[in-house]
């Protein structure tokens, strides 16, 4: 299972921008979907996280200005970032976890993205 996470930029405070995670594989379930950033000299955050359910979660720091969602058809998780902080700067991270076929056997996997980076400039 491979993720790709794209879409990041550099928008001025007040902006929007809307971030992408593609998955490739035989993925048979995904369990949890989620977002987390990492800012320079900062741990990595939890941002959002929708379940199998269809249940959302977003850190209180982005709450009613993020939005995190998917498309199943296409295998994409998205992140819609409304009324963009210049403390919002940093590396985003998209991560699921779930079951995939091999060919043989179902398995577990815990994938994580490459990251893209979103600028806010003030």
């Known amino acids: 299972v491979q993720l790709q996470a794209f879409g990041g930029g550099l928008v001025p405070a007040g902006g929007s921008l809307r971030i992408s995670c593609v998955a490739s594989?035989?993925?048979?379930?995904?369990?949890?979907m989620d977002w987390y950033r990492q800012a320079p000299g900062k741990e990595r955050e939890l941002v959002a996280t929708?379940?199998?359910?269809?249940?959302?979660n977003h850190a209180d720091s982005v709450k009613d200005r993020f939005t995190i969602s998917r498309d199943n058809a296409k295998n994409t998780l998205y992140l819609q970032m409304n009324s963009l902080k210049s403390e919002d700067t940093a590396v985003y991270y998209c991560?699921?976890?779930?079951?995939?076929?091999?060919?043989?056997?179902?398995?577990?996997?815990?994938?994580w993205g490459q990251g893209t980076q979103v600028t806010v400039s003030s």
């Open positions: 929708l379940s199998r359910d269809g249940i959302t």
């Open positions: 594989g035989s993925i048979t379930v995904v369990n949890v």
């Open positions: 991560h699921q976890r779930g079951t995939y076929f091999d060919g043989t056997y179902y398995r577990a996997f815990d994938a």
